[in-house]
């Protein structure tokens, strides 16, 4: 176990066992066990664990999402929350802190994931997990087939670490580097830095994103026809439903 890890779960203790809720950790009959992180090459900083929900899990945070009377017609597309989060939201992010504490890395190469600084990397930097509370601005969102959001940088007004859970229907998130980074020059459209770098995004599925992900990559999902594409083939679009956990900065 890394310096990091065991420091953290001496801090934080074991995981901590459901208290009263599907959401925290998963259940009898549930095959998840431990998050496995997959670090996207290429872009630092962005972290993706594919199974942090069970379907069980999934559904019960759909239910809660939707007992807060939000989505009831298809016209409503986005709620939000500051501060005080509700009971289920507060439960997700305690999840979100233990499947940093307490998962697992991956990397295709077997050895250390490291990041462009040459250090081991981390899910998430122990400066953010043990800011209190992790999180304080929950946003909903709701997108009907066809529907997304345009290529952008989460504002500045937030801190770093951001988290986007997905739920319902599976998308293409793509990634492009902010311009100021590519070094562009007209006609670099075709240069590797401006290349979109497409992250497949399952229902149950979590990402993290911190560091350079967050500051130096837009993130945006075009579900138009044609840009869906994973594997060749088109997907398949339902309603999708991301909830995106971030944490106020600290005014003065
Ligand atoms: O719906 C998503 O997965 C992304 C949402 C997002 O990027 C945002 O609200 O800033
Ligand atoms: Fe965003």
Redesign the pocket.
């Known amino acids: 176990m890394d310096d990091q890890k065991e420091l953290l779960r001496t801090v934080f203790g074991e995981s901590s066992d459901s208290e009263d809720s599907d959401q925290r950790r998963p259940q009898d009959g549930d095959a998840v066990s431990v998050s496995v992180w997959e670090p996207i090459q290429g872009i630092d900083g962005l972290w993706l664990c594919r199974d942090f929900l069970s379907p069980q899990q999934q559904a019960s945070l759909l239910a809660s999402v939707l007992n807060e009377g939000w989505f009831t017609e298809a016209s409503q597309n986005q709620a939000m929350r500051f501060g005080n989060l509700p009971q289920w939201a507060t439960e997700l992010s305690d999840s979100i802190c233990d499947a940093v504490i307490f998962g697992d890395h991956i990397s295709e190469s077997k050895d250390l994931v490291v990041s462009d600084s040459g250090m081991e990397a981390c899910v998430l930097p122990s400066i953010l997990l043990c800011r209190e509370p992790l999180f304080d601005q929950l946003?909903a969102?709701a997108?009907q087939p066809g529907e997304g959001?345009c290529a952008?940088v989460?504002l500045m007004r937030f801190e770093d670490g951001i988290a986007?859970i997905?739920l319902e229907s599976s998308?293409v998130?793509h990634f492009s580097q902010v311009e100021e980074v590519c070094d562009i020059v007209e006609g670099s459209e075709n240069h590797p830095s401006m290349k979109k770098m497409p992250v497949y995004?399952t229902p149950g599925s979590l990402i993290l994103m911190s560091g350079p992900a967050r500051y130096l990559w837009k993130?945006e999902?075009n579900r138009k026809p044609g840009f869906q594409m994973w594997e060749g083939q088109e997907l398949k679009q339902k309603r999708?439903i991301?909830i995106?956990l971030r944490k106020l900065c600290q005014v003065e």
Do not use: A, K, Q
Request: proline share 0%.
């Open positions: 946003i969102n997108y959001i952008h989460d986007i997905s998308c998130m995004l993130h999902i999708r991301s995106t």
